[in-house]
Nanobody, 112 residues
């Protein structure tokens, strides 16, 4: 059974940085697009960033220029480097592989 485990969340002050990681238990990264989403309680889950199997990336307008998604297929791990964090970035962050597999999320809290 495939498992995705996110890590790296926590509490940070506005302007700070965090790096999220998502590791897969199986070899599912190869050939699949990978995405990071985030969700605030009571609101819909929003797409933050995607990276294709070829390495092309795309970002939500709200995080463009501040967040960077990357992947290491050999380690079955995807990363989300988050810089210049804002209080509105506070959410639970989830990784998704192949539009099918989901992790359980990691909480990011940005204080003002």
């Amino acid at each position: 059974q495939v498992q995705l485990v996110e890590s790296g969340g926590g509490l940070v002050q506005a302007g700070g940085s965090l790096r999220l990681s998502c590791a897969a238990s199986g070899n599912i990264f190869s050939g699949n697009a990978i995405a990071w989403y985030r969700q605030v309680p009571g609101k819909q889950r929003d797409l933050v960033a995607t990276i294709t199997s070829g390495g092309s990336t795309n970002y939500a307008a709200s995080v463009k220029g501040r967040f960077t998604i990357s992947r290491d297929n050999a380690k079955n791990t995807v990363y989300l480097q988050m810089n210049s964090l804002k209080p509105e970035d506070t959410a639970v962050y989830y990784c998704n592989v192949g539009w099918v597999y989901w992790g359980k999320g990691t909480l990011v809290t940005v204080s003002s």
